[in-house]
């Protein structure tokens, strides 16, 4: 029988593997790599969106907007299906493991190789390969893909399998919470999580964002200032605990002595990545505030 994990250290696996996963997106390597595809890469959006969804196949807007949630479906068909287009997801796939290989090289060139980082690939992947992704698309979808060589390539693989069981299910308590894809963000902006204008880039209009604060003042979960409630920051943090229940089973699997040694292990390269510079002082990954 699996052992209990405290709630503490699934968040704390999240907060760790959060920047692995999360590089792809914010590197220049990652923005080279693109830009070679053909990519605009003026923006981050295209990159992103190509970068993510690959796993999907030639993933439509309506799919790309229902597994990512909170972007605008409006704003995902700016760039999908256009994206495919340019690369086919195969090339893409490719081209991300080329990019992430670069990524940690070029970002961690003391801890690439080393018996530490292979370890921590070796956990990584236990845990990964223990997620169930029934019902978690993205999860499922990296999960299909077949496992790299090199240790670093590894754990960058299973972070974001990990990172997208965990995602998966936090959509999941979204919907519980009976919270649409722009009142997710609202509600999340009014506990503090990034100022609101940091949420602008996932494409809802000042029309559609006050329509929701509308909403959620209605339900009682935001102040007149669109500040959260006692209620507001009740059903924020319902949203995360269940956010953390749904995330435990590969935690279980791996148990409290192994997760605890794969978070002393990843916690180095993890500070390393953010204090590369990559990554914006502020932005909506939450790793600073409850989600």
Excluded: K
Excluded at 26 to 41: C, I, R
Excluded at 116 to 121: D, G, H, P, R, T
Excluded at 278 to 283: K, L, V
Aim: overall charge negative.
């Amino acid at each position: 029988m699996s052992e209990t994990v405290a709630p503490a250290l699934v968040r704390q696996m999240w907060q760790v593997l959060e920047p692995v996963h999360a590089a792809i997106y914010y590197a220049p390597q990652a923005n080279e790599e693109a830009a070679a595809l053909g990519y605009d890469t003026a923006t981050r959006w295209p990159s992103y969106f190509t970068w993510r969804s690959a796993p999907l196949g030639a993933a439509g807007p309506e799919l790309v907007a229902a597994t990512y949630y909170s972007f605008s479906a409006a704003m995902i068909r700016d760039y999908v299906p256009a994206i495919w287009d340019t690369a086919t997801p195969e090339t893409v796939l490719a081209s991300r493991l080329r990019a992430v290989d670069r990524t940690l090289r070029g970002l961690l060139p003391d801890l690439v190789g080393t018996p530490e980082l292979a370890e921590a690939a070796t956990l990584a992947r236990r845990a990964a390969e223990a997620a169930v992704t029934a019902g978690r698309p993205l999860a499922a979808a990296n999960a299909d893909l077949p496992w790299p060589d090199e240790p670093h390539l590894v754990l960058w693989q299973a972070a974001s399998v990990l990172r997208e069981h965990r995602g998966d299910g936090h959509l999941a308590a979204l919907l519980a919470a009976a919270l649409d894809p722009c009142e997710a963000l609202v509600s999340f902006a009014a506990i503090g999580a990034a100022p609101v204008e940091v949420f602008a880039g996932r494409g809802w209009t000042p029309q559609e964002w006050q329509a929701a604060r509308e909403r959620l003042t209605a339900r009682g979960w935001l102040d007149t200032d669109g500040l959260a409630t006692e209620a507001g920051r009740a059903g924020r943090d319902e949203v995360e605990r269940l956010t953390d229940q749904l995330a435990t089973g590969p935690w279980r699997a791996l148990g409290t002595a192994g997760a605890g040694r794969l978070a002393q292990l990843v916690g180095p390269p993890a500070v390393a990545l953010a204090r590369s510079g990559i990554f914006p002082r502020q932005s909506t990954l939450g790793l600073g505030a409850r989600r």
